[in-house]
């Protein structure tokens, strides 16, 4: 094996295959999408060479820009609901009685698929017989709202079944994490008179700070490209209030048949999206890292 790997060309042998995988899902992409962006086209006809016209138009379209505002909301409230997993995950791990049924049920949302979820959220909305409504009636609210038709809330209406979607995918990884630590330091902060929240604070967190980082990456980065489960409910409406940056380029690209523009939108969140992660990244970073 040793010999193997010493020999450059086996090396570059084994991974050519992954290399030309990477290659023909994303980075051809990615360049045909710059390129589609500097051009006027349908998406079927003949291109139109425009340059920069499609990126600095959409830099100075206002329905882009709140739809980025709409994404990094989500981004915020992604990254918030990670304290809540992370309690969660804390006392899932402190042998409670019923853990493992509990973290089955977590796991539930993350099996079914965006659409599924979609439709079952429409129905719990419904104005007229969905059972949110029907519970707030019952209990003396009147007229309740339309959750998904007024733009002041549909936002935040969207955001509580994307939070129910990752939840069990979150408390996993936390989950994990805090297995692995030894349970001999655990013991040990217990017999020195460590209460269970100084063992969480001084001990456990600490410990996994680098997994919470990751965690924290993931959120930020998943919400600014999330697309599907709004598409489905609320297809960015009412009048945009729930548009987000993949939606709009979705819409832009294959409703409007402006494949130039909204292949330059496209560029645009990835862009935005590859600045964000760099901006965490440096933040997140620890000293040893930094050093490096």
Known sequence: MNKVMSNKLMVALYVLPALLLIAVLIFIPL??????????????????????????????????????????????FSTLSLIVYLAISLILASKIKGADLLRKI?????LLSSVA????????????????????????????????????????????PILWQYAGFYILIYYAALKNIPESLIEAARIDGATPLQIAYKIKLPLIMGVIKVTIVLAIVGSLKYFDLIYVMTGGGPNGASEVMASYMY???????DFGYGSAIGFLLLVITLIVTVIIRKLTASDEEIQY
Do not use: C, R
Request: charged share 10%.
């Open 106 to 110: 977590y796991l539930i949302p993350m």
């Open 117 to 160: 979820i979609a439709q079952l959220w429409i129905k719990v909305y419904n104005p007229n017989n969905g059972i949110l409504n029907s519970i707030l009636t019952g209990i003396g609210v009147e007229n309740p709202p339309a959750w998904l038709a007024e733009p002041s809330i549909v936002l935040y209406a969207i955001f509580i």
């Open 31 to 76: 360049i045909l999408t710059g390129y589609y962006g500097l051009m006027d086209w349908n998406g079927i006809g003949d291109m139109e060479f425009i340059g920069l016209e499609n990126y600095i138009n959409g830099l100075q379209d206002g329905k882009f820009w709140e739809s980025a505002f709409h994404s990094f909301l989500l981004a915020l």
């Open 251 to 257: 819409k832009l690209a294959f409703s409007m048949n």
